[in-house]
């Protein structure tokens, strides 16, 4: 990742081998986490800090306020924003950070306030996945990954604010994203018509959600939920993880680890496994290292992707993982909903449409905005 996409020159990353250098959020956020991930591997000698200090030095360029933009001349995305947050709340996890911890409380609260609190949209709730005001969606992962930061941000301060807010964001997705084969769906629309999609991605940050929500409250019926959805996506996925974006799998399979270092699940080790290796094999060239992405071309998203998934893989070969958040009932628990209980309230049925080609859900891909 770092010979074959970044450029010394500018101290930037590209996010082809051809590109010019320039800061992208998305791209930028996944490629922390990868630098981060491999600083958490056992026996691994790393300058880790350095790496992680350039990294948000790049991405500082896009910040405005407490939040960033998805590139220097656009608009702001939540889930950009709570990637990035993920990244300074991991960061924190391998040295001791006030400032990132700080800076992911603010991001929160940036996502808090995108909530959609006007009774009279369909399917009222759910976190915006931008502030731009001519695009009204509300998606599974920029709700789903706010409720996964508050619930990060309350296990390290107990603040029943955080575990409020994870708690019914959780229940929004269960009312409008839950689909009938127990996955979620993409984003719901102004008009209240759904994206049904169901993205990888959007099923491995509720697996991580609900982990969480089991082990800082001790609610069994998380813990199952998160079970029975790890189960139901590699159901659902058997046969077609390669074509799945190489971001959006590394996603699922990084939380479907942490959920077998806590269940014990050898079951999920091997299915991470068996991806990692089906990928090594048939995406990567040997030649340069680098993957391409099932629809052609090497970008900075799909190696880090594969650059957090085994570095995932060796904490849990060297018996790691699982060290983000208290053990179950350290924290206070609280009332709500989120745990398996929750009912599978439909959303609005809408027409499908297809999903973006190798980009992010509803719009064209990031890597050609």
């Not at 789903?144 to 941000?153: C, D, F, K, P, Y």
Request: proline share 6%; glycine share 12%.
């Amino acid at each position: 990742m770092e010979r074959g996409l970044f450029d010394d020159a500018s101290g930037e990353y590209r996010e082809t081998p051809a590109a010019a250098p320039g800061a992208e959020a998305w791209p930028l956020s996944q490629a922390l986490a990868a630098t981060i991930a491999v600083s958490a591997v056992p026996g691994v000698e790393t300058d880790a800090r350095s790496f992680v200090e350039r990294g948000l030095h790049e991405l500082a360029a896009l910040r405005e306020g407490p939040v960033y933009r998805a590139t220097a001349d656009s608009e702001v995305y939540y889930d950009d924003n709570e990637w990035i947050a993920q990244d300074l709340l991991d960061w924190n996890a391998v040295q001791p950070d006030r400032a990132a911890v700080a800076g992911a409380s603010a991001i929160f609260g940036a996502v808090v306030r995108a909530w959609d609190g006007d009774q009279a949209t369909p399917c009222a709730g759910g976190i915006y996945w931008t502030r731009a005001a001519a695009v009204r969606d509300r998606n599974t992962v920029s709700t789903v990954n706010g409720a996964l930061v508050g619930l990060r941000l309350y296990g390290l301060t107990g603040r029943p604010v955080y575990l409020y807010w994870a708690r019914r964001m959780l229940d929004w997705v269960n009312r409008c994203m839950l689909s009938p084969d127990g996955l979620y769906w993409d984003h719901v629309r102004a008009d209240g018509t759904v994206d049904r999609t169901e993205w990888s991605y959007n099923q491995g940050s509720p697996i991580a959600a609900y982990l969480l929500l089991y082990r800082s409250t001790g609610d069994r019926a998380a813990l199952a939920r998160a079970e029975a959805l790890a189960d139901g996506t590699l159901r659902a996925f058997d046969g077609r993880w390669l074509s799945e974006p190489p971001e959006f799998a590394a996603i699922f399979f990084r939380h479907l680890l942490e959920l077998a270092a806590v269940d014990g699940n050898t079951s999920y080790v091997a299915a991470a496994q068996a991806y990692a290796d089906a990928a090594w094999n048939g995406l990567r060239d040997p030649g340069t290292g680098l993957f391409d992405a099932p629809a052609g071309g090497t970008t900075l998203l799909g190696q880090a992707a594969f650059v957090q998934l085994y570095a995932h893989l060796a904490v849990t070969e060297s018996g790691g993982g699982g060290r983000r958040s208290p053990q179950p009932g350290a924290a206070p628990t609280g009332r709500g909903s989120g745990g398996a209980g929750a009912g599978p309230a439909r959303a609005p049925r809408g027409p499908r449409t297809p999903p973006a080609p190798a980009g992010r859900s509803g719009r064209s891909s990031r890597t050609t905005r």
